[in-house]
């Protein structure tokens, strides 16, 4: 099984909300990745989790607050989002660390802020 | 890491060999080649990576000159399932806390039936 998968697929939410976005992997990765990707333009790295910790914090806004629960999974916390975080989230995952060749990318989740 | 730059868009004729190309001039000995390619409302799907030699796997070769500074991908017989942008990235090897890529602008590859 070589499949990243991400849910919602799609999502819609007010600036006043908090949802959540979901990520898991079976293949027995231990680094884990979200990125941003807004339209025509090519995708930029957020955050990095290595062995379940938090390696990697590209400087993003403390209103998105990612969590690794367990090896398989990785979340994406959302609460007070502004208009212009509309984008596509995706989600990656690669063999440990320094074997990171390789990401496999699960196909996004499309979020629109309202 | 380095800086790439590629060409914006390309096209080529379904069966016929795409040549894309990737000019890399900083590029430094310990940095890899990486190709990466995202069709249309997927996520970036990994083709193929090199440090030095010339690579090839089931999906694409991978052609790097002799001095590094530049590189083409080639995929031998393109599909339309093959229109895409394709990323060249370049970059040191994977540490222990992952894999930073940085994605560049891309060249966005029209296969014509």
């Known amino acids: 099984d070589t499949e990243v998968t991400q849910t919602p697929k799609h999502l819609v939410m007010g600036m006043t909300n908090k949802k959540s976005l979901k990520c898991e992997q079976h293949?027995?990765?231990?680094?884990m990745y979200w990125y941003k990707q807004k339209a025509k333009k090519p995708p930029e790295l957020m955050f990095v989790?290595?062995?379940?910790?938090?390696?990697i914090n590209e400087s993003v806004p403390s209103r998105f607050s990612p969590e690794c629960p367990n090896s398989s999974l990785l979340n994406l916390h959302l609460h007070a989002l502004q208009p212009e975080d509309s984008a596509l989230y995706l989600c990656?995952?690669?063999?440990?660390?320094?074997?990171?060749?390789?990401?496999?990318f699960g196909p996004g989740t499309r979020l629109t802020v309202t | 890491d380095a800086k790439t730059t590629q060409p914006t868009s390309m096209d080529c004729a379904e069966g016929r060999a795409a040549n894309l190309p990737c000019n890399h001039s900083?590029?430094?000995?310990?940095?890899?080649v990486y190709w990466y390619r995202q069709i249309h409302s997927q996520g970036p799907q990994y083709i193929i990576h090199?440090?030095?030699n010339n690579e090839t796997n089931e999906m694409a070769s991978l052609i790097i000159t002799e001095d590094r500074k530049s590189s083409t991908l080639i995929l031998p017989h393109a599909t339309l399932r093959d229109t895409a942008v394709y990323y060249c990235?370049?970059?040191?090897?994977?540490?222990?806390?992952?894999?930073?890529?940085?994605f560049g602008t891309g060249t966005r590859l029209a296969v014509r039936p």
């Open positions: 293949m027995g990765h231990r680094a």
């Open positions: 090199g440090l030095k």
């Open positions: 990656a995952s690669s063999r440990e660390g320094r074997l990171s060749y390789e990401q496999y």
């Open positions: 900083t590029i430094s000995g310990n940095e890899y």
């Open positions: 989790y290595s062995y379940e910790k938090l390696s």
């Open positions: 990235i370049v970059r040191v090897a994977p540490r222990s806390s992952g894999d930073k890529l940085t």
